[in-house]
């Protein structure tokens, strides 16, 4: 549905040329919700931006069904672009202008008649719960219901994708959590394809298939949500991970159990999450595993769990209980760096 | 109570007179510079770098022409440009000769304010409509006149006040109006009252356009 290939955009400043997106590759299948993450300054707003040509990129090319935006004349762009909906972090309202207003001035100027303008308004802003508002003014709602309106804005025009720009992250969790349902209630019910970039891991943990992490302008990991909360390669993947879920010890404490075992983290995935593996490697073999921390992740399409666990006995005892989590699907990986 | 209707019946006529030169100026002057300095102000924000129409020699054009009418005071504008306003409306005295000064003086000063007031419209909302496939002249028309129109309205209300002032010193070329009055007959003729009057019903006329202008520009805020 959207393909971004080699895509390179590069600024002038003052202090010479920046790469705020450096040669990034992208694909975004039909109906999937696709989160790019990063720092500020990643490049990931540049990034979004250039998926409509709000952002021309330097190089490479932008392909949304396969028609290369790129090459499109200045009216076949504009009839483009109102396939593709986009919503923003500053909600980019009227605020002289009614919610009513707000979704039906952009319905007349791309020449709808009044009878179709009513109709969708209507529809769109049922769907974002906000028909008891009409008659408001940007001023007078909160910053979700902006948002909101923002949405059924974007949505008025039926589009076949949307794109969201940190849409959450100038709201409060609470907020942000509605916000991320009425996405994934859009993704579900019009099968609307996302794209959205954000900074907040719980973000792409609750509604996103697929994963970009984005740093310095270069991606530096890519895959399916579930295999980068398992298996995070790469340092950032790992340090956003952090932000939601206790991963790691501190590396003083890791180092004195050590002594005495092996301080372990096992991932559990998919079918391994029902089974009580840690109390049957206890009986099985000679260790006595300690659970140090533990959580659960629940992801838009699974569920991960995590314990760090200190398995107390011989070298050799640990090796076997290790193997025997492994064979039962259980990622496992040694912290602090000794190797039993 | 003699005294003031005396007042009233000897200077009435004096004073409606002259009431009605300063609406005429006023009036007439203000729609031709709304007509000019409004596009104006639009141009000098559309065609800046970066912006929907950026077109730096034009932009810097336009800044230039704008700063050097403004450099000049209204009083020597009025003499200045003589040969123009005789060309332009065929005669130097009167309301007539008077108009095109004004309206030379107010519009580029309109046109800044209109420029401030269209700078203040965040560029997220004409980005948002441009992604939505907008045509850019819509976006102008009903993102950015629209979304402006508050603070336009108030520098609509500073720009008529300052025309009203400009319009005194237009007695200068035989216009008339409450400020010449109030030169000719209160200071060259020293009859204070009528200078008291004049000034009263100046203060009277700027107060209330001052607050039309403030009512108009916060019904349309709807903040």
């Known amino acids: 549905m959207i393909q971004l290939q080699n895509i390179t955009k590069q600024f002038q400043t003052k202090s010479g040329i920046v790469r705020a997106v450096d040669d990034i590759n992208l694909h975004v299948e039909k109906g999937e919700i696709h989160g790019v993450i990063g720092y500020s300054g990643a490049g990931k707003s540049t990034l979004i931006r250039c998926v409509n040509l709000l952002e021309r990129p330097t190089s490479g090319n932008v392909q949304i069904d396969g028609v290369d935006l790129t090459k499109l004349s200045e009216s076949e762009l504009r009839k483009t672009r109102q396939k593709i909906g986009m919503i923003f972090q500053g909600f980019n309202l009227l605020k002289t202008a009614t919610v009513y207003e707000n979704v039906a001035i952009p319905l007349r100027l791309l020449g709808y008649s009044k009878k179709e303008v009513a109709t969708r308004v209507d529809k769109y802003l049922t769907i974002v719960g906000l028909t008891d508002r009409q008659q408001s003014y940007p001023s007078q709602l909160s910053g979700g219901q902006k948002q909101r309106v923002a949405i ?189 | 109570m003699n005294l003031i209707t005396d007042f009233i019946d000897q200077w ?117 409509y441009k992604a939505m496939g907008i045509k850019r002249t819509q976006i102008v028309w009903h993102v950015l006149l629209r979304e402006a129109r508050p603070s336009m309205m108030l520098g609509l209300t500073i720009a008529t006040i300052g025309l009203i002032g400009a319009t005194a010193m237009a007695g200068l070329v035989g216009a008339g109006g409450l400020g010449d009055l109030a030169y000719r007959y209160g200071h060259l003729r020293y009859e204070v009252d009528i200078m008291y009057v004049t000034v009263f019903l100046l203060i009277i006329l700027v107060q209330s356009i001052q607050s039309f202008g403030n009512r108009v520009a916060n019904k349309l805020k709807k903040d």
Not at chain 1, 156 to 180: G, R
Not at chain 2, 45 to 58: C, D, E, H, I, S
Not at chain 2, 72 to 99: C, D, M, N
Request: charged share 15%; with cysteine.
């Open chain 1, 152 to 340: 059924a804005r974007a949505l008025s025009q039926e589009p076949e994708i949307l794109l969201s720009d940190e849409a959450t992250s100038a709201l409060d969790p609470e907020t942000t959590d509605s916000i991320l349902d009425l996405l994934l209630k859009i993704n579900a019910e019009l099968g609307i394809t996302i794209l959205l970039i954000t900074h907040e891991m719980n973000v792409i943990q609750k509604i996103c298939d697929q994963v970009t992490v984005l740093e310095n302008g270069k991606v530096v990991e890519q895959g399916s949500a579930i295999n980068l909360f398992t298996k995070p390669a790469h340092k950032t993947t790992q340090k956003f991970l952090n932000t939601i879920s206790q991963r790691t010890l501190a590396p003083s404490l890791i180092e004195h159990l050590n002594l005495s075992g092996a301080v372990t983290r096992l991932t559990f995935v998919g079918e391994s999450t029902g089974n009580p593996l840690i109390t049957e490697a206890a009986l099985q073999f000679n260790v006595k595993p300690n659970i140090l921390t533990a959580n659960i992740i629940e992801l838009k399409n699974g569920v991960v769990g995590n314990i760090v666990t200190h398995i107390n006995g011989e070298q050799a005892d640990v090796q076997k209980a290790l193997q025997f989590f492994q064979a039962s699907g259980v990622i496992t990986e040694v912290l602090g760096g000794t190797s039993v």
């Open chain 2, 12 to 128: 009435w006529e004096i004073i409606f007179e002259a009431a009605l030169q300063t609406f005429q100026m006023v009036s007439i002057s203000l729609l031709f510079s709304i007509l000019i300095g409004v596009p104006l102000g639009a141009l000098l924000v559309l065609t800046r770098p970066g912006q929907m129409y950026a077109n730096k020699f034009f932009y810097q054009l336009l800044n230039l022409i704008i700063n050097i009418i403004r450099s000049v005071p209204f009083i020597i504008l009025l003499f200045f440009i003589l040969p123009l306003t005789k060309e332009i409306v065929g005669t130097t005295i009167g309301v007539k000769g008077a108009i095109v000064p004004l309206v030379i003086y107010t519009a580029p000063y309109l046109a800044r304010l209109i420029e401030t007031a269209l700078l203040e419209v965040e560029s997220g909302v004409l980005e948002a």
